[in-house]
């Protein structure tokens, strides 16, 4: 039988028949999928193949192969540093949310999750929310951001998950696609899903007052068929984004801006750094790109992995 993993709890797998039959389902031996070394090798989104076992009075399924993913968004595992984790596989689109505070988002984080998903080809939306708790020079903020990120060809949304400010919007980006929200903790992303599709009526927490930090109110991904025609994939709050197995001659083409600079460059392997007659850099002393992208990418090749607190603007 085929179906969708709909949920993991890294050992047993809810999946979805084309009919809408669901089945609890365990792996049939271990999988290497194509040399990932991942704490899951099985994510939610993964087309899997299975088979029906009686056990007692229960039905249970095992998957004994996983088919090709058309993508996928993969990062370091974060307790197990040479141990990659598979988020979610086959998505259309990512909505990253992004907050200014309570928690704040640092541009080093959506730098590098933007590169990963350009990596794997997944056209990523930044949502700018909690629009409503800004006062006017955070608003100016939100503007100055989206305005950055529209610039290289992101399409940037201010909404309100809470007072439904352009939820509408986004609603209409997902029908008849498979989405995926991600962000820190606390960024509202299970605010938002019920506020797009009320009948989930998805668990959320209030901020931690202590640390301003996000409760973990989601522990594993998990997607769900919506009433608009359209798939969400509901994802764990991500402290850190740690690159994977990314060649450093190849991080640049994932900022698109610079991708688009290179052909000028002098050597066709510029790294951006130190190199002469380089294009990336001269478009960096007219300020026709981005400092604070430019520092990203340089932490980036130079495997500052750690570094995901950092508002590279702000040191300009």
């Known amino acids: 039988m085929l179906g969708i993993v709909y949920k993991s709890t890294g050992s047993w797998y809810t999946v979805k028949t084309k009919e809408g039959d669901i089945y609890e ?55 197990l540093s040479k141990q990659t984790h598979i988020i979610a596989a086959n998505i259309d689109q990512v909505f990253l949310l992004v907050t200014l505070k309570n928690p704040r988002t640092y541009t080093i984080f959506i730098d590098r999750f933007l590169a990963s998903s350009e990596a794997y080809d997944i056209k990523t ?14 608003l100016a903020e939100v503007k100055y951001l989206a305005a950055l990120y529209r610039e290289i060809g992101y399409t940037c ?20 696609h498979t989405s995926m929200f991600a962000g820190h903790s606390g960024v509202g992303k299970s605010t938002l899903i019920n506020s797009i599709a009320p009948e989930l009526n998805i668990k959320t927490t209030e901020i931690s007052d202590q640390h301003f930090q996000g409760q973990h109110t989601t522990t594993f991904a998990e997607m769900y068929d ?55 850099k001269a478009a960096l002393d007219k300020d026709e790109v981005s400092w604070s992208r430019y520092r990203s990418y340089v932490q980036i090749v130079t495997g500052e992995e750690d570094t995901y607190r950092m508002d590279n603007y702000e040191e300009v």
């Not at 939306?125 to 955070?138: P, Q, S």
């Open 226 to 280: 919506l009433n608009l025609g359209a798939r969400i994939i509901d994802t764990p709050g991500i402290k850190g984004f740690g690159m994977v197995d990314m060649d450093k001659y190849e991080i640049g083409d994932y900022f698109p801006e610079f991708f688009r600079l290179k052909i000028n460059c002098k050597f066709n392997n510029c790294l951006h750094l130190d190199e002469p007659k380089c294009a990336v």
């Open 157 to 176: 949304i201010g909404i309100s998950a809470k007072t439904g400010k352009n939820v509408d919007k986004v609603k209409d980006m997902m029908k008849e």
């Open 25 to 79: 389902c365990r792996i049939k031996g271990k999988f290497r999928i194509k040399g990932i070394k991942s704490t899951n090798p099985i994510a939610v989104g993964d087309v899997v193949v299975f088979e029906i076992e009686k056990i007692g009075d229960e039905t249970l399924g095992v998957i004994s192969k996983i088919e090709d993913r058309k993508n996928y968004i993969i990062r370091k595992s974060v307790k």
């Open 125 to 138: 939306v930044l949502l700018f929310n909690k629009v409503d708790m800004y006062n006017e020079d955070e």
